[in-house]
């Protein structure tokens, strides 16, 4: 089923990598078993123009070599011109609709804060919808406050169908509480980035996930 690959869903870009080596952290997660991994760089310090564009090339190398789906963050000309396994939109980049004819079948998903933008996800046909910051989250900047997990609730009752992945603030000791609400998957990006022992914290998470 497509959407078991949305169960741990690993999003990093460099500025969440203490230790300045993002590679080694990917392919740690990799062997760990996260089964999506999301291009985020963004924040301050993040890498632009030709190193952006490397760093990105060598984490899709990375994400093909495990088997696991490489998808960029907001940016489109990126996934194309790379030709990644999809692309994560959020509502400041562009008409859904639009998106989804340039990047073809591609994975599209979408961040949505309302049953209203989760409805146009869906009738635009994104492959899955981005729910958060569900908890409390230091890795985006000017992050809307915690939503708890309604909205997670009344998507799942409304579109049964349209995979939900819950982002913001999660880890393998609260994991459960979106999920028992109806989410798909989780992402993350501290509770890996900020971990000592990543295979641990990603079985942890499997074992929510699959429950
Ligand atoms: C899986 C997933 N869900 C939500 C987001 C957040 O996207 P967005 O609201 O566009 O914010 P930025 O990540 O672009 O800062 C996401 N990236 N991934
Ligand atoms: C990108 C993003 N969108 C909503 S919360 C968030 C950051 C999630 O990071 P963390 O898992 O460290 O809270
Ligand atoms: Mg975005």
């Known amino acids: 089923m497509k959407h078991e690959q949305l169960q741990i869903y690993f999003v990093m870009g460099s500025v969440n990598v203490k230790e300045s080596n993002l590679l080694n952290v990917l ?9 999506m991994f999301q291009f985020r760089e963004k924040g301050r310090g993040a890498k632009k123009g030709a190193e952006y564009e490397s760093l990105a090339r060598e984490c ?19 996934a194309l011109k790379l030709d990644t396994d999809g692309l994560h939109i959020g509502q400041e980049d562009g008409r859904v609709e639009k998106i989804r004819e340039r990047i073809g079948s591609r994975w599209l998903g979408v961040s949505v804060h309302s049953r209203d933008e989760a409805e146009i996800a869906y009738h635009a ?9 569900v ?10 406050p915690p939503a708890g997990t309604a909205l997670i609730a009344e998507t799942k009752v409304l579109f049964p169908d349209l995979p939900i992945v819950a982002i913001g ?3 393998a000791s609260n994991a459960y509480i979106p999920l ?3 989410a798909d998957g989780v992402a993350v990006i501290s509770a890996l980035c900020e971990s000592d022992n990543r295979k641990e914290h990603i079985s942890k998470l499997k074992e929510i996930v699959i429950l």
Do not use: H
Not at 27 to 35: F, H, P, Q, R
Not at 60 to 78: A, S, T
């Open 125 to 133: 046909k994104a492959d899955y919808v981005g729910i958060g910051p």
């Open 60 to 78: 899709q190398r990375l994400c093909q070599r495990y088997g696991v789906p490489f998808i960029v963050n907001d940016d489109v000309e990126l």
């Open 27 to 35: 392919e740690d997660a990799l062997k760990g078993g996260i089964t």
């Open 135 to 144: 908890f409390g989250t230091q890795s985006k900047e000017n992050a809307p």
């Open 180 to 182: 028992k609400a109806g």
């Open 169 to 171: 603030g999660i880890t």
